[in-house]
Structures are given as structure tokens and as C-alpha cells.
Nanobody, 124 residues
Framework: QVQLVESGGGSVQAGGSLRLSCTAS????????MGWFRQAPGKEREFVAG????????SYADSVKGRFTISRDNAKNTVYLQMNNLKPEDTAVYYC?????????????????WGQGTQVTVSS
């Protein structure tokens, strides 16, 4: 089992920045693919970013490329999502997820563990 706890959400104006953190406990964190997803009201959960266990490979949704950066610190069992130049359409609940695999995936169905989510609200 892996337990994930997100933090760092909040309310910002368009153009602002936030950094989300996700701290893991339980099974070995460093061997997991980690991902960030988001879900806006009335919409399906969508992939935002993913990172391999070494941090050497990352993947981003087209909508956040150039604005968001995913990173991880295995010594702290923590993955981060730095979000810059936020837009109102980034408003959603953001979820951290872990996948016991070597391969990145944008599919929520392929992630085994999920955090409780943290709200991000961007006003215009």
C-alpha cells in the first residue's frame, strides 16, 4: 500500500503560481511512476503530468506544457507540481497518483494509488 497526501492548493489570480506537493508513505516510493491528474466539476479526470522513478523522464498534457513542471525528491518521498501562469481553466481538484510500473501513462485507470485531492481555483 502507498498512502498519498497532497498539499499546496489554494486560490490565485490568473497569471499567478502555485506549487503542489504530494508526500507518500507506505511501500517504497522511489520505484513508482508518479502522476498528477485534475478534475473540474462536470468533467472527467484528466492527466496533467507524470514522472518516472528516477525523474529522468517526464510527460505533460498539451494544455500545461511550458507552464507546469513536475519533479520529485525520492529522499523526501515527495513529488511536486510547479504551476506557473495559471489560467481560469486550470481550476480543478488536483490529485496525486502512483503507479507500480517503469512506464509513464496518461491513463487514470493504470494508477494504483490516489491522494484525496487538493483544490486549485484560478480567478480571472
Amino acid at each position: 500500500q502507498v498512502q498519498l497526501v497532497e498539499s499546496g492548493g489554494g486560490s490565485v489570480q490568473a497569471g499567478g503560481s502555485l506549487r503542489l506537493s504530494c508526500t507518500a508513505s507506505g511501500r517504497t516510493f522511489s520505484r513508482n511512476i508518479m502522476g498528477w491528474f485534475r478534475q473540474a466539476p462536470g468533467k472527467e479526470r484528466e492527466f496533467v503530468a507524470g514522472i518516472t522513478w528516477s525523474g529522468g523522464s517526464t510527460s505533460y498534457a498539451d494544455s500545461v506544457k511550458g507552464r507546469f513542471t513536475i519533479s520529485r525528491d525520492n529522499a523526501k518521498n515527495t513529488v511536486y507540481l510547479q504551476m506557473n501562469n495559471l489560467k481560469p481553466e486550470d481550476t480543478a481538484v488536483y490529485y496525486c497518483a502512483a503507479r507500480g510500473s517503469l512506464w509513464l501513462s496518461p491513463s487514470a485507470y493504470e494508477y494504483d494509488y490516489w491522494g484525496q485531492g487538493t483544490q486549485v481555483t484560478v480567478s480571472s
